[in-house]
């Protein structure tokens, strides 16, 4: 790989750090990330639990179809043909604990017949969310990190689909789900938090879904981390772990490295934050560059909650179950003092056979919350407190899932719980956030800025620009911050440059050997 001797630091190895250094080594530029802890990945993680892998990020990767542009982007940061990806039939199942059910299939045209069978008196709502799932198919979304002359085509391919898609983008998932008069549909368009959000989240599901678009890789998305860390490695690129860094660097108004916690300083010629954004701007930069429009995202703009996850492995083989059951509650979950859940769901990973043992299967329920703060203070104050309230979040989710399969407790080998504190600790999220940026109803999906008023040499990629976050947000800033970088250097920007360095010789992805948490 041709070389041109600039050196780029990057600050956190998560997926955006990640790809920001395959971009930054192809483009002849020496990346090195620096990750505070032994692996990447950063909220793209699983962790392992005697012989029991547990994931906490991937439902699907939105692009894995080898026709789509995202599968395209997907390449240009990792060899994404040596994913394994599997498609159910059946994405997921609502359930009461009355014994009512709703299959949510991927394919449209079944799931509309499992709703008529379900609430023929909906007949006509039903046939019109079908419809607009199937009109929306043809909507091409602009790429949101390029500008208006880069999208033309794409907005006008989408001009007759534009009023369709910004009704709905102004519309929640649970004001959507009120058209309907059965409970258990408007239960599937969103109770509890997440029907806050905008109903395209659902629209765009179903469309990716639908088309083959959304699917799972087996071995989660540890999987495609270790992929894009390989690639980068094998272009010359380095990853550091255990490199916390404790302050960013700036000489004469520009980034100049890093200084990590041990003390050692790191140059570099450019600086990219892929860490926590308010970390970023408020510690690691002291607060120097920033403005009233950043000060005001980060102190009065929504964030998605944080989570808890209780994750079981059990002696059985649960293939019969649905991958993701969503259970309506009689009685609502009591989380912690303002967080009561009125449904849980569950994954069971019967169809990833690198979670688990043979017979044996994965088990985890997340539990969104946004009284962070109450689990850290526990944590950090009350170690017996805090190991007990675990425990009663624990034995509430077995408890509810015994009504679903009543056998199950007596299975049960491991139970682990990870809280807010956990994912501050180990990700270093603000407020312990899943995502980021909340989207609500009418958001415009506009990235925020990647660079800092009077801070030359530095970019800022990941959730924290691209609200709504998500595995995409991780190439989708990465690329056009070191585009950014080599208008800048006068270097040719190759994203699609070809190896010229032997690839490390390593079998395909099955599982990853983690431990976490």
Not at 131 to 139: D, G, I, N
Request: some cysteine; glycine content about 8%; proline content about 7%.
């Amino acid at each position: 790989m041709e070389q041109h001797g600039k050196r780029i630091v990057i600050v956190g190895g998560g997926i955006a750090g990640l790809c920001a250094g395959v971009y930054a080594q192809k483009c002849g530029y020496q990346a090195e990330v620096l990750e505070m802890h032994d692996m990447a990945g950063g909220l793209a993680t699983s962790w392992r639990r005697s012989g029991y892998t547990f994931e906490t990020c991937l439902h699907w990767l939105y692009g894995s179809d080898p026709k789509g542009r995202m599968y395209a982007q997907w390449k240009e940061v990792f060899d994404i043909e040596r994913l394994t990806f599997v498609h159910p039939e059946e994405f997921a199942r609502i359930e009461t604990d009355r014994g009512e059910t709703l299959k949510a299939y991927t394919n449209i045209d079944r799931l509309e017949a499992e709703m008529l069978a379900r609430s023929p008196r909906d007949a006509a709502e039903i046939r019109r969310f079908a419809s607009e799932v199937r009109r929306l198919a043809k909507f091409r979304i602009p790429d949101p990190t390029a500008g208006w002359s880069s999208n033309l085509l794409t907005m006008l391919h989408d001009l007759p689909y534009m009023p369709l898609f910004q009704k709905i983008v102004g519309t929640s998932c649970a004001e959507y789900g009120k058209r309907f008069t059965d409970p258990l549909l408007r239960s599937f368009f969103g109770a509890g938090e997440m029907g806050r959000l905008s109903a395209i989240a659902l629209f765009l599901s179903f469309v990716w879904l639908g088309t083959g678009d959304a699917s799972y890789a087996i071995g989660g998305s540890q999987a495609i981390i270790r992929l894009i860390e390989q690639k980068l490695v094998s272009l010359g690129g380095k990853v550091r772990f255990g490199a916390k860094v404790n302050r960013i660097l700036v000489q004469n108004g520009a980034a100049a490295g890093v200084q990590l916690a041990s003390g050692e300083i790191v140059s570099a010629d450019w600086v990219i934050s892929a860490a926590d954004g308010h970390a970023t701007i408020y510690e690691l930069l002291g607060g120097k560059y920033t403005s009233k429009q950043i000060d005001k995202f980060y102190n009065e703009f929504e964030l998605f909650p944080s989570y808890l996850q209780v994750s079981l492995g059990v002696a059985m083989d649960l293939a019969q179950q649905p991958s993701i059951s969503t259970r309506l509650l009689d009685v609502p979950l009591l989380v912690d003092p303002i967080t009561e859940l009125p449904q849980i769901s569950f994954r069971f990973f019967h169809f990833d056979p690198t979670f688990a043992p043979e017979g044996k299967t994965a088990v985890t329920c997340f539990l969104p919350t946004f009284n962070h703060d109450y689990w850290v203070q526990l944590h950090k104050n009350d170690p017996a407190g805090y190991h007990a309230e675990k425990q009663r979040i624990a034995e509430a989710v077995i408890a509810i899932l015994e009504r679903k399969v009543p056998d199950i407790r007596a299975a049960i080998e491991v139970i682990d719980v990870a809280t807010p504190a956990t994912v501050i600790r180990y990700t270093g999220n603000w407020k312990g956030s899943m995502e980021g940026w909340f989207l609500p109803p009418g958001s415009r999906f506009r990235p925020l800025p990647n660079t800092l008023p009077g801070l030359r040499q530095f970019m800022m990629v990941g959730q924290w620009v691209l609200p709504g976050g998500g595995l995409p947000s991780g190439p989708m800033t990465a690329r056009p911050a070191i585009q950014a970088i080599c208008r800048q250097d006068h270097v040719p920007f190759l994203p699609r440059k070809q190896d010229t360095l032997k690839p490390l010789a390593s079998p395909p992805m099955s599982f990853p050997p983690l431990q976490k948490h």
